[in-house]
């Protein structure tokens, strides 16, 4: 009995503990929702943090000196809009999110759900790879016969909001703004993707609207445009409608007694910067642009008289570079015998800028073995490529287990981040693996993060394209350089598409690419604040949520965020509990007499990983002392 009551002393101990941890949450909670809180969360997609200067975006860079500039931000990899759109929302990584890419190739996920592609509304998805930055295209992904309102495979910080009796509104650009909340449903009015009752919230994007009270200000959006400063107008529009309407609206739900979230997304700089390239008039003009953007907005907060209870960050999705020469994958492949034709389904690729996704069908390689194989050689091919960076294979590696020590225990087994397919990382290395969506292998495109555009942005330089012939001399679709900007990228944008070297992209692991913009200011955050932590977009949710008082995330379906509050930035709080290292993990593949070693450079702060860059060697066997 004595033995027993030692043994149970612990667990009421640690119950104990768990209660008056509880029982803090709880007051905590209570305090803020007698005063709740305006969240209001904008995203400029594209911005990098270098961008952001006194010249160049001078009232943006007063808010981060304001309040709290996040110095070493993070970006979720793959370096895509829609990625990190999903990251933002749900403070969930990518695997557990779902989304892997702007293109995905959602087929036969679907069907493993029972959807019956054959439908008008899935042929898409059962022909092959399909742009997600749409909003009808999403609602059938998220609908009762495919995803069942599980596209995204954790709540949202909309949804929790709303959960709370809060007010949502969501504004801006097509794609992203459906990822957070999944449960807008603007064919069926008052109700949500499956039919439920839905809350009150405002829903404004480029293709869609939501109540039906707000179809007079969809069709009165500028028409999207593409001279000059593209969809410039677009994106005032928004910020407008976001000063007029949804601000106020929020102000009304706080003085009811409830939290309230707004999330503007801007096209720009990123749309710009694609088309016309980085350090270019227009690129210059969009980041002034977006920077007038934010003051309309936050004269809003000041004329609702909410300054004193909103809080506001400003992110960016994702870094930029330049295109240094378009990488067609798919018909490199077919060239190389990889794949039996552009157009054949044995090898899918789902071209994503900096990064490609690649699916190989069970039915053309129907055993492990076959699988490998192909895997293998489709591997061997790409990094024996200069514009090949890191591969991310779905399986991990087989490892042996370690050998016993003196006393016959196992000896302690380090993390395992090598791929089943010779030189690739394992997707779950890095949070991307998916079982149900995630494809054979992430390909990342090479970055050349030093070197700058001059030479490459105008339209009298040279262009190049890789495909089925070899490299072939193109167009150059860029504008004049005005300022060079450091950062190229090899990418692949799929066919058909007008982008060519000099012009602007994402999506790879690189350092340009993966350290995007962040900052905060309000009465929750600290003062003049630089934070030095590693912190990313995956902790942007969980923070949202302590701000506002929401207590954590438990939805139907919901799993814990992979992301942390960043409570070293939130007045009252204690910094973040745990060491920061950094981790190095490496791959090799010997080649043809070359040694090919892929290096990923990641910070670990407690159990929070950051991939802070990558890098590619090559060198011929034997020229190492």
């Known amino acids: 009995m004595h033995s027993e009551m030692k043994m149970l002393r612990p667990r009421w101990l640690l119950f104990l503990i768990f209660l008056l941890v509880l029982a803090a949450v709880r007051s905590a909670v209570a305090q803020v929702r007698a005063n709740p809180r305006l969240f209001l969360l904008v995203v400029c997609d594209g911005l990098r943090p270098d961008f952001v200067t006194q010249r160049e975006m ?123 909340d999944t449960e807008v449903n603007t064919v069926s009015e008052g109700r949500d993707a499956l039919h439920r009752p839905h809350g009150n919230y405002l829903f404004l994007a480029d293709d869609a609207a939501y109540p039906a009270a707000l179809d007079s200000a969809l069709k009165s959006l500028p028409p999207s445009s593409r001279e000059g400063v593209s969809d410039r107008e677009r994106d005032q529009a928004f910020a407008r409608f976001v000063a007029d309407r949804a601000i106020p609206a929020a102000r009304q739900a706080m003085d009811a007694g409830h939290p309230a979230m707004v999330m503007l997304w801007f096209h720009n700089p990123d749309i710009t910067q694609h088309r016309a390239g980085l350090g270019t008039a227009p690129a210059l003009e969009a980041l002034s642009d977006t920077d007038q953007n934010l003051m309309t907005v936050r004269a809003a907060i000041s004329a609702a008289g909410l300054e004193n209870r909103t809080d506001m ?20 492949l077919v060239s190389a015998g990889l794949k039996s034709s552009i157009d054949s389904d044995d090898v ?101 993060s030093d070197t700058d555009n001059k030479g490459l942005t105008g339209p009298n330089n040279p262009a190049f394209a890789l495909g089925m012939k070899g490299q072939e001399a193109v167009a150059n679709h860029s504008q004049e350089l005005v300022r060079p900007v450091k950062g190229l990228v090899y990418a692949d944008v799929g066919r058909g598409n007008s982008f060519t070297t000099g012009m602007g992209m994402h999506g790879a692991a690189g350092v340009r690419e993966i350290h995007n913009f962040a900052a905060a200011l309000g009465p929750d955050f600290k003062r003049g604040f630089a934070d030095l932590n590693p912190t990313a977009n995956a902790d942007v949710a969980p923070t949202i949520a302590r701000v506002l008082g929401l207590l954590p995330n438990s939805g139907p379906g919901s799993v814990s965020p992979t992301g942390r509050v960043m409570t070293e930035a939130i007045r009252g709080e204690s910094s973040y509990a745990g060491p920061a290292r950094t981790i190095t993990m490496k791959t090799d593949l010997e080649l043809q007499g070359v040694e090919t070693i892929t290096t990923l450079r990641v910070t670990q702060l407690g159990d929070r990983l950051y991939l802070d860059d990558s890098s590619v060697e090559r060198d011929p066997l034997g020229s190492s002392p």
């Open 58 to 180: 001078p009232h943006l860079f007063e808010f981060g000196r304001e309040g709290v500039r996040f110095e070493r931000h993070h970006s979720q990899y793959p370096t895509v809009t829609m990625v990190n759109a999903a990251t933002l929302a749900s403070g969930a990584t990518a695997g557990i999110a779902g989304i892997l890419g702007d293109t995905m190739y959602l087929g036969p996920a679907l069907s493993q759900r029972g959807a019956n592609l054959t439908q008008d509304a899935f042929k898409a998805f059962a022909a092959g790879p399909v742009d997600l930055e749409s909003t009808a295209t999403l609602e059938a992904a998220n609908s009762a016969s495919a995803f069942a309102g599980n596209l995204v495979g954790v709540d949202t910080i909309a949804e929790q909001v709303e959960r709370d009796g809060g007010f949502v509104a969501i504004v801006g650009k097509r794609g992203p703004t459906f990822l957070f």
């Open 313 to 332: 960050m400003v992110v960016s999705d994702h870094g930029f570079a330049t295109i240094r020469i378009r990488v067609g994958l798919a018909a490199l």
């Open 348 to 448: 899918i690729v789902a071209p994503d800028g900096g990064s490609d996704l690649v699916y190989l069908s069970p039915q053309a390689f129907p055993t492990r073995e076959a699988l490998r194989d192909r895997l293998q050689k489709i591997v061997d091919f790409c990094e024996a490529q200069e514009w090949c960076g890191p591969i991310f294979s779905r399986e991990l590696a087989i490892v042996a287990p370690p050998p016993a020590g003196r006393r016959g225990r196992r000896q302690r087994v380090e993390p395992v981040y090598k791929g089943w397919i010779d030189g690739t990382f394992a997707q779950s290395a890095l949070g991307l693996l998916n079982q149900g969506r995630s494809p054979d292998l992430i390909v990342s495109f090479a970055e050349v």
